[in-house]
T-cell receptor
Framework: DTEVTQTPKHLVMGMTNKKSLKCEQHMGHRAMYWYKQKAKKPPELMFVYSYEKLSINESVPSRFSPECPNSSLLNLHLHALQPEDSALYLC??????????????FGSGTQLSVL | LAKTTQPISMDSYEGQEVNITCSHNNIATNDYITWYQQFPSQGPRFIIQGYKTKVTNEVASLFIPADRKSSTLSLPRVSLSDTAVYYCLVGANNAGNNRKLIWGLGTSLAVNP
């Protein structure tokens, strides 16, 4: 199984809502990532978990809260988002996260619209 | 930080060979060069990775000159299904010695019949 599964595929939320994005992989990978991608732009790194510990936070606003319950699961909790947060949110995994030449496996993403 | 530069867009026809060049003048000694492909509304997909000289797999070749300041992704005999955005990446250090990948802006390849 070389898949990274993200749910939901699409999400529309108001600025006062609380929602969560979910990501799951069963490749035995110990590093998981959240990326944000705006239209016609490259993915931007948000968070990295390595061995279930947060290792990188790219100065992401606190309205985005990551969680890694175990090595197979990654969540992104959303609260009080702004319309400019509308984007494709991508989850990825890699074997250890210890080297930049590790192959990243991406999910299909969650297309988020904030109204 | 290493920074990559690649063409914004390219056009080709089915059956042709496509070469996409990426510049990375400040690449560090330990950095690898990686290429990803992305279709609309999907996550990027790993294509190929190399450190120096030439790497070939079942879908592409990657040519890296000795100075490693650039690299060229070669797609042989493209088909309509190769229409996608292609990203060039190199590894980089950020603050606190946490390494991360630096993504190029991507090359949008259009393959025409």
């Amino acid at each position: 199984d070389t898949e990274v599964t993200q749910t939901p595929k699409h999400l529309v939320m108001g600025m006062t809502n609380k929602k969560s994005l979910k990501c799951e992989q069963h490749m035995g990978h110990r590093a998981m990532y959240w990326y944000k991608q705006k239209a016609k732009k490259p993915p931007e790194l948000m968070f990295v978990y390595s061995y279930e510990k947060l290792s990188i936070n790219e100065s992401v606003p606190s309205r985005f809260s990551p969680e890694c319950p175990n090595s197979s699961l990654l969540n992104l909790h959303l609260h009080a988002l702004q319309p400019e947060d509308s984007a494709l949110y991508l989850c990825a995994s890699s074997p250890t996260g210890g080297a930049t030449n590790e192959k990243l496996f991406f999910g299909s993403g969650t297309q988020l619209s904030v109204l | 930080l290493a920074k990559t530069t690649q063409p914004i867009s390219m056009d080709s026809y089915e059956g042709q060979e496509v070469n996409i060049t990426c510049s990375h003048n400040n690449i560090a000694t330990n950095d690898y060069i990686t290429w990803y492909q992305q279709f609309p509304s999907q996550g990027p997909r790993f294509i190929i990775q190399g450190y120096k000289t030439k790497v070939t797999n079942e879908v592409a070749s990657l040519f890296i000159p000795a100075d490693r300041k650039s690299s060229t992704l070669s797609l042989p005999r493209v088909s309509l299904s190769d229409t996608a955005v292609y990203y060039c990446l190199v590894g980089a250090n950020n603050a606190g010695n946490n390494r991360k990948l630096i993504w190029g802006l991507g090359t949008s390849l259009a393959v025409n019949p």
